[in-house]
């Protein structure tokens, strides 16, 4: 009976065995054995193994770029969209009446199209020949935030990012916060505790598992970062020094003249996969005592 049970277990999970098999363990094999061909002879035949393409890339001026434009997004991003996210999220939740409506208004940036939403972005802060852009004009200034100076062209990027991440972040939020049971705030007041510490003591800790979910899944979208990018300085974004690590493995892939550069690429790739990794394993190690799951 029981080997029988065990039979229809592996047959349930088949079809995402396959999936997984398919789209994501293949993959990734394939991935590691290109990054590991060096050269290739005039038959198209593999000539040389070895690192010789984790070299390059680390060697090249556009990977550090892109490696140092990547941390500078997650880092900033990461924490100021998770705080921001958790400060709204307690204020709707404060709110009886129209809770539902202002949740409706702060999701709508996450169904929006990136594009779309870039393109607003521009028209708040590109500056042409016939306007100074929006941001300008209500502060009064004369800065050139799309193609001007590298710090400038950082702060509207990780605005942008964000205000796309937030709306989703808010949800989760919200419902973590609506999860979290009446009584201890009942107990907590006939105590006569203040609301900054039973926000520390009740509210933290209950939502725990929540913030960590939205953090580590933070850093993974923040070092995947590309299309923000794209949407507000174009294609070329080697020439505006904005690229990011998937920026980086796309133009190696795609835009390299007489074919794609698969070694680098997968090289590339493999090295944020390890970054990615790292950092995942690290949040991991450090939420064991702070993480209360209940």
Do not use: H
């Not at 607003?120 to 100076?149: A, H, P, Q, W």
């Not at 705030?185 to 209950?206: C, E, H, N, Q």
């Not at 933070?218 to 995947?224: E, L, M, T, Y």
């Amino acid at each position: 009976m029981k080997k029988k049970n065990n039979m229809k277990a592996w047959l349930y999970l088949l079809p995402a065995i396959l999936f997984l098999g398919v789209f994501m363990v293949y993959p990734l094999i394939d991935v590691c054995i290109y990054s590991l061909e060096e050269s290739y002879a005039a038959d198209g035949t593999v000539a040389s193994i070895g690192l010789g393409n984790f070299r390059d890339v680390l060697c090249d001026k556009f990977f550090i770029q892109a490696l140092k434009n990547t941390f500078i997004l997650v880092i900033i991003t990461v924490p100021l969209s998770t705080g921001l996210s958790l400060l709204i999220a307690l204020g709707l939740s404060s709110i009886k009446t129209v809770k539902k409506a202002f949740q409706t208004i702060y999701f709508l940036p996450y169904v929006t199209n990136t594009l779309a939403v870039g393109l607003v972005f521009m028209y708040l802060f590109d500056k042409t020949d016939r306007t100074s852009g929006l941001v300008n004009m209500l502060l009064g200034t004369d800065i050139d935030f799309i193609d001007g100076e590298y710090w400038m062209k950082m702060l509207v990027t990780s605005l942008y990012t964000v205000w796309i991440v937030m709306p989703f972040k808010i949800l989760i939020l919200t419902s973590a916060l609506a999860s979290v049971n009446q009584d201890y705030y009942k107990a907590a007041k006939v105590d006569g505790a203040s609301s900054a510490r039973i926000f520390r003591k009740i509210t933290l800790p209950m939502i725990s598992p929540t913030v960590f979910y939205l953090i580590i899944t933070g850093f993974i979208g923040a070092f995947k970062a590309y299309s923000d990018e794209v949407a507000l300085f174009g294609s070329k974004l080697n020439v505006a020094g904005m690229n990011t690590i998937v920026g980086y493995v796309y133009d190696m892939l795609y835009d390299q003249p007489g074919g794609g550069d698969f070694g680098n690429a997968s090289a590339a790739a493999l090295i944020l996969f390890a970054i990615v990794f790292t950092i995942t394993v690290i949040n991991l190690r450090f939420s064991r005592n702070k993480v209360q799951y209940m």
